[in-house]
């Protein structure tokens, strides 16, 4: 007999003030553009920056998709002064990668101590981070706003409430009059915890930014895709957007895309089988291969990205001024 099944009462969540928390990551040590920093290199890293120029010079886009940890490495400079200078036209993240970004831009200060904090259960209960955000993606969805677009909105709204919209990707992107996409997954993300969690509005306005990056990725044929450091959500969003970009009649097959990311797969061209395990690693089969199997060309950079991106940075804008 079909019995309904019981739900958590998520009003009764106690949520504590952000003001309390210390931050592993603050605007006060993220890089600076000019720190000196450790050169990466290799083939891989040559092939992407004449991919990168080329997609410059023709007007092909260049689409990024990056995870929280790029965010967390204090590189949103890098992001920022990348999309500045033409070098990427777009961004993406996930769900983590725009709380990141919103904390700093209206605290300073970003990425709590999770090993102590889920022991008492106060791990991402946050009063300002959730009650803020979810009032902006209810709010945006609301007037027809996907995500990204909901959380510049309402930071350009209450401006006052962000000192630090300078360092913010979400909000120097839309102020360039290009884009930040957020994809997220149900119960992922610290601020679903909070009471005020409009769930319509987190799926939909995903759904909305979802539309805007498959549309960006419409643009890349002579350009490029970069997925650095997401394994699982980057990988799968992109996957499925350029499947509909071919369904439509946008074959986009004359494309470099990137993985950035510290998981060593040796010769990642080679055939893996269900046997190995880098089989189930998504973005060596879903950014590198696949993607490029009827042309293109598919890249592996292999390190951290506190040497990769300001690398890759001062090879496409620093070096060619």
């Keep these: 007999m079909f019995k309904k099944p019981e739900r958590m009462d998520f009003s009764k969540t106690k949520c504590f003030s952000v003001k309390d928390r210390h931050n592993l990551v603050r605007i006060d040590n993220m890089a600076r553009l000019d720190a ?3 050169e990466f290199k290799g083939k891989e890293m040559d092939l992407l920056v004449e991919a990168l120029l080329r997609a410059k010079e023709s007007g092909a886009a260049v689409t990024c998709f990056f995870g929280a940890h ?4 204090g590189l949103s400079r890098y992001v920022i002064a990348m999309l500045e200078n033409g070098i990427i036209d777009s961004v993406a993240s996930n769900g983590a990668g725009s709380i990141h970004d919103f904390e700093l831009a209206y605290l300073g200060g970003t990425s709590e101590d999770v090993p102590t904090a889920i022991e008492d259960g106060s791990f991402g209960m946050w009063e300002e981070t959730g009650a803020y955000m979810n009032e902006a993606i209810s709010s945006g969805f609301g007037k027809g706003m996907g995500y990204g677009e909901s959380l510049y909105a309402y930071a350009k709204k209450n401006k006052s409430k962000f000192p ?3 360092d913010c990707v979400f909000f120097r992107a839309f102020e360039m009059g290009k884009s930040a996409t957020y994809h997220i997954t149900m119960g992922t993300d610290i601020i679903h915890q909070h009471p005020k969690a409009d769930f ?3 799926g939909g306005s995903s759904g909305i930014d979802y539309a805007v990056f498959t549309k960006n990725l419409s643009k890349i044929d002579g350009g490029a895709h970069l997925n650095v450091g997401s394994s699982v959500t980057g990988p799968e969003v992109f996957l499925k957007a350029l499947s509909i970009n071919r369904n439509q009649g946008n074959t986009l097959f004359k494309i470099t895309t990137a993985n950035f990311d510290i998981v060593p797969l040796g010769d990642y061209k080679s055939k893996v ?6 089989y189930y690693y998504r973005p060596r089969k879903n950014v590198i291969n696949r993607p490029t199997s009827q042309g293109g060309l598919g890249l ?3 390190g951290k990205h506190e040497q990769t ?4 940075y001062n090879r496409t804008v620093v070096l060619k001024k």
């Design 36 to 38: 000196p920093y450790t």
């Design 70 to 73: 790029v965010i967390k490495c």
């Design 164 to 166: 630090h919209l300078d």
């Design 200 to 202: 319509a509005a987190l």
């Design 273 to 278: 089988t269900y046997d190995d395990f880098e």
């Design 300 to 302: 592996y950079l292999e």
């Design 309 to 312: 991106i300001p690398t890759l």
